[in-house]
């Protein structure tokens, strides 16, 4: 019997699931892909923030695989909210891809004024990075946004890199380092959520990569602390154990910024109680000018 694996209908998404599926059958594991339509999808006309955050891309897979329409689905990790519904595990992590953003212009990179974003945290990692730059919100899957620069909305926009990779695309850019643009939580990464079904789970795990999950937990374990949510400006890359989360205000004028080695997920929690506590100002700034209440 086919694993009924859910993906968004977006060229990426059923890029990373075609990924999945290829990986699956190399084990001898039959797949089926079904597309499920999100919020995320639908309403594009307004920035994440103000319809729920990256959580809108992964509800309705979420309430398809316990619904029993599909056994399982893929995601960008770095979607996946938080707090996950009982019932619903993370099967595997596959191997990260680049973690870092990508600045993709038109023309020469001294000419860039303005660029597009729909990132509060690559919006105030831009604007410290250069004060004059002035940012436009930017929605819609990665072919959109280049055919919005192409059509001269924007001089430049900010994209996962790895995102281009598993498209196949390339364009002219450059590679943002992920120690100074720290990425959002568990960027760069593909992960495989189920129903907590132990014979899935077990066959969804020839995909796991160790190293990739224990970073990636390392991650989750300091934003579940830290707070803020995609409303927030914050960065959290661990690679190999060394961690650096940093918050900024909105406007990319203040940083509260950590860097450090973690061994354990009970250490990355307590880095995250720390930050937050440094940062408490930031975060409620952040909750106050967006108009969101916490």
């Known amino acids: 019997m086919s694993i009924r694996i859910g993906t968004r209908g977006s060229k990426l998404a059923l890029a990373q699931t075609s990924i999945v599926c290829k990986k699956l059958t190399a084990h001898g594991i039959d797949t089926e892909q079904v597309i499920i339509t999100t919020q995320g999808d639908t309403t594009t006309g307004v920035p994440l923030h103000e319809i729920g955050g990256q959580g809108v891309f992964v509800r309705a897979l979420d309430d398809a695989i316990l619904a029993g329409t599909i056994d399982c689905a893929v995601h960008s990790m770095k979607d996946i909210p938080a707090y996950r519904p009982s019932g619903i595990v993370t099967a595997a992590v596959l191997r990260r891809d680049s973690p870092a953003d990508y600045l993709a212009y038109k ?65 002219p850019g450059e590679r943002l ?22 014979s899935l789970m077990e066959e969804l795990s020839v995909l796991d990569h160790p190293r990739t999950r224990t970073d990636v937990a390392i991650e989750r374990a300091v934003m579940e602390k830290l707070g803020g949510g995609c409303f927030t400006p914050l960065g959290i890359y661990c690679n190999s154990g060394h961690l650096i989360a940093e918050v900024l205000s909105l406007e990319g004028t203040r940083t509260e910024r950590l860097e450090t080695d973690v061994r354990s997920i009970e250490q990355a929690r307590e880095q995250g109680l720390l930050l937050h506590a440094r940062a408490q100002d930031l975060i409620d700034e952040a909750y106050r000018k967006l108009g969101i209440t916490p």
């Not at 004024?113 to 831009?126: P, Y």
């Not at 926009?157 to 364009?171: P, S, Y």
């Not at 380092?177 to 907590?196: C, H, L």
Request: proline share 6%.
């Open 177 to 198: 380092s992920p120690e100074r643009f720290v990425p959002a939580p568990n960027q760069g990464t593909i992960a495989v959520v189920s129903r907590a079904d132990p």
């Open 107 to 171: 023309g020469s990179l001294h000419t860039v004024k303005v660029i597009g974003t729909s990132s509060t945290r690559r919006r105030a990692q831009m604007l410290r990075h250069d004060p004059e730059i002035i940012t436009k919100d930017l929605r819609g899957n990665v072919d959109t946004r280049i055919r919005k620069m192409s059509a001269g909305q924007y001089d430049a926009i900010l994209v996962a890199e790895a995102g281009l990779t598993r498209l196949g695309i390339r364009i």
